[in-house]
Each structure stands twice: as structure tokens, then as C-alpha cells.
């Protein structure tokens, strides 16, 4: 399984932006589809983005399109999300997450591997 450290979390301003890393340990980065997850206080753990190992397709949620972008660099085993025009509601720990080869999903229970989060809040 990866090991997966997220950075670049912080406090911005309504209508920044931030870039989120996700650097992963390990051979086998290449291989898996990756997403981002977000949770704020007192909800459940929401589905942002994920990108398949090929970079070929990417999904997103309805909340984020147009905002955010995931991307990766499979030579360096990173995982990145550049998130634009951020909103107060975007308030949450941001975590990376490693689903199982060759697949892309917004399911939750399709990722085995997660990193410990990044906080990211945006104020009004």
C-alpha cells in the first residue's frame, strides 16, 4: 500500500487560491487512480476529485467544477490539486487517497490507502 502525505494546506482569502500536493511512497503510484476527499466539522467525508492512472479521465464534483483541478506526475509520485476561486464552504481537512489499480472512482470504500490530511480554510 502507498503512504501518502498531503501539504500545501493554509488560510486564504474568498476568491484565492491554493495548490495541494500529495506525495506517495512506495513503486506502485503509477498504477492506482487517485482522488481527493475533503471533511468539514460536523460532516461526512465528501468526494472533490479523482484522476485516473493514465491521466486520461478525471471526475469531479458539481461543487468544484470549473474551481479545482487534479492533476499528477506519475515520475514523482505526486498527486496534486489547484483549487481556484475558493468559498468559505470549502472550509475542511483535505485528504488524498490511493484507489486500486487502474480504476477511477468517487466511492470512498474503492480507496485502500489514505493520507492524514491538510487543512484548508477559507475565510468570507
Known amino acids: 500500500q502507498e503512504q501518502l502525505v498531503e501539504s500545501g494546506g493554509g488560510l486564504v482569502q474568498a476568491g484565492g487560491s491554493l495548490r495541494l500536493s500529495c506525495a506517495a511512497s512506495?513503486?506502485?503510484?503509477?498504477?492506482?487512480?487517485m482522488g481527493w476527499f475533503r471533511q468539514a466539522p460536523g460532516k461526512e467525508r465528501e468526494f472533490v476529485a479523482a484522476i485516473s492512472w493514465n491521466h486520461d479521465s478525471t471526475i469531479y464534483a458539481d461543487s468544484v467544477k470549473g474551481r479545482f483541478t487534479i492533476s499528477r506526475d506519475n515520475a514523482k509520485s505526486t498527486l496534486y490539486l489547484q483549487m481556484n476561486d475558493l468559498k468559505p464552504e470549502d472550509t475542511a481537512v483535505y485528504y488524498c487517497?490511493?484507489?486500486?489499480?487502474?480504476?477511477?472512482?468517487?466511492?470512498?470504500?474503492?480507496?485502500?490507502?489514505w493520507g492524514q490530511g491538510t487543512q484548508v480554510t477559507v475565510s468570507s
Open positions: 512506495g513503486d506502485t503510484f503509477s498504477i492506482y487512480g
Open positions: 487517497a490511493a484507489s486500486r489499480p487502474f480504476r477511477i472512482s468517487q466511492l470512498p470504500g474503492e480507496y485502500h490507502s
